[in-house]
């Protein structure tokens, strides 16, 4: 399987400054934290330093203070440092995580999503502990979903605890503003088509947009609405090739969609994008569900009555889902708080405290509906009977390779806008990063 040259270059580096733990490096003392492959559990109570490092900043940190709270009311001796990169998605986190972790300065532990971010990059390279005595010590295995275990583990280990289970495609807009306007939410994107033509009649913007992210997490949205649960997902094991009609179709369909968003998105963050629909500048926002997060607990806005929700257009009845998780890096100053900060990040107090105010729904089985508000509660009940496939922009089918190469495919598109172009550009990086082989 051919490897991306991103992926390539980081193993590089990371064998020539002898922080690759295997093949070559056999010869090494034993003794090297990188040579530990396994958490090892202990009774002793934590303390020290304990750096957390996501992405989780501004207007994205109460869940994550909240969490953090939980866990210091169980460990005073820990001292927290909450180590947030601002950006979302993780688009700045991400590279300097890297830095971090190729200059042998690992946080103790580090946000990562669930899937091919996880396994296809952090633990092909080998620098992350098996934590499956955890999962076995805290009975993780049977309340957790199999296959959320399965995207987390390999044939080796179990690599992360997951925190959360977030829905990538739903359309958020204001009902009043939709009823000021005289439309309604569209079911599909032939209804979105005739919608933003009165939307811009009446000079309202029909779909918000923000950085390029943004842009690649509409785009799943819309490769799910115009292929199909099936071909989306025979998209990401190779049995449809990039230059198929089927997806030169997604681009055409998406092109014709990005003609209905503001000019101004690649100046914008995501909360820019979801204000413009609070404030009536724009009508509709494909955005996952962190939006429900930010609506309710930052903007302080009522769930059904204040704020609206729906499947993208075209995806009712399938879930995009992604998952947040946290894991323990080799070589770490200080693994016992990372563990217990693991514990935390598993546990159904801790859970069923984040997540009502992040606007994701537990990844247990077991978490107490009666905590959430009508959307998460409306999001698990979709969850629970919906077809759930995974997301590109957030690390489930994809590598980070791919992803990165891909966000370039996007900037050439929103300036091209050439749908074959892109599906050829897209069929040499599924090649290149391994994608479907
Ligand atoms: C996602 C992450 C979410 C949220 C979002 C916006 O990648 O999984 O928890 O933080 O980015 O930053």
Redesign the pocket.
């Known amino acids: 399987m051919k490897k991306s040259i991103g992926l390539l270059i980081v193993l590089s580096l990371m064998v020539s400054a002898g922080l690759f733990a295997g093949g070559q490096e056999e010869e090494k003392a034993p003794a090297s934290p990188m040579d530990v492959e396994q958490v090892v559990l202990t009774d002793k109570a934590p303390s020290g330093d304990l750096e957390l490092f996501s992405?989780?900043a501004g207007d994205?940190a109460p869940a994550l203070e909240a969490l953090i709270k939980v866990y210091e009311s169980k460990y005073p001796n820990v001292n927290v440092i909450n180590a947030t990169v601002t950006?979302?998605?993780?688009v700045n986190a991400k590279a300097v995580l890297k830095t971090r972790m190729l200059g042998g300065d690992p946080p103790e532990t580090f946000?990562v999503?669930a899937g091919q971010e996880l396994i296809g990059t952090w633990v092909a390279a080998n620098r992350m502990l098996d934590l499956t005595p955890l999962f076995e010590k805290e009975g993780w295995m049977d309340v957790f979903p199999k296959d959320l275990i399965n995207l987390i583990g390999t044939d080796k280990g179990i690599w992360s605890v997951p925190v959360?289970i977030?829905r990538s495609n739903v359309l958020w807009y204001i009902p009043d503003n939709l009823k000021k306007w005289g439309v309604e939410a569209p079911k599909t994107w032939d209804d979105f088509f005739t919608v933003a033509e009165t939307l811009k009649s009446k000079g309202v913007v029909p779909l918000a947009v923000a950085q390029t992210w943004t842009v690649n997490h509409l785009w799943e949205s819309v490769a799910l609405g115009v292929l199909g649960a099936d071909d989306y997902e025979a998209l990401w094991n190779g049995e449809i090739s990039w230059t198929d009609p089927r997806v030169v179709k997604v681009w055409e369909t998406f092109g014709k969609i990005l003609s209905y968003t503001n000019m101004d998105a690649a100046s914008l963050s995501?909360q820019q994008a979801t204000d413009m629909v609070v404030i009536g500048d724009a009508a509709f926002n494909v955005m996952?569900d962190?939006a429900a997060g930010y609506l309710s607990t930052t903007l302080n806005i009522e769930p059904g009555s204040g704020y609206g929700w729906a499947p993208s257009p075209d995806t009712s009845g399938v879930f995009i889902f992604?998952?947040?998780s946290f894991g323990c890096p080799k070589g770490t100053n200080n693994p016992d708080a990372t563990l217990s900060w693991l514990k935390v990040c598993g546990s159904k107090e801790g859970s069923d405290t984040f997540n009502p105010l992040?606007g994701?729904i537990s990844a247990r089985t077991d978490s107490d509906l009666s905590l959430y508000n009508v959307y998460s509660q409306s999001a698990a009940k979709d969850f629970a009977k919906d077809r759930i496939v995974g997301s590109l922009?957030?690390?489930v089918v994809a590598n980070e390779g791919f992803m990165n190469d891909f966000s370039t495919v996007m900037e050439m598109f929103l300036t091209s806008r050439n749908a074959q172009q892109a599906a050829n550009a897209c069929q040499a990086i599924a090649i290149q990063n391994g994608i479907g082989k």
């Open positions: 992405w989780w994205e950006g979302g998605s993780g946000q999503h959360n977030h995501w996952g962190w992604l998952a947040d992040k994701s922009a957030h690390g």
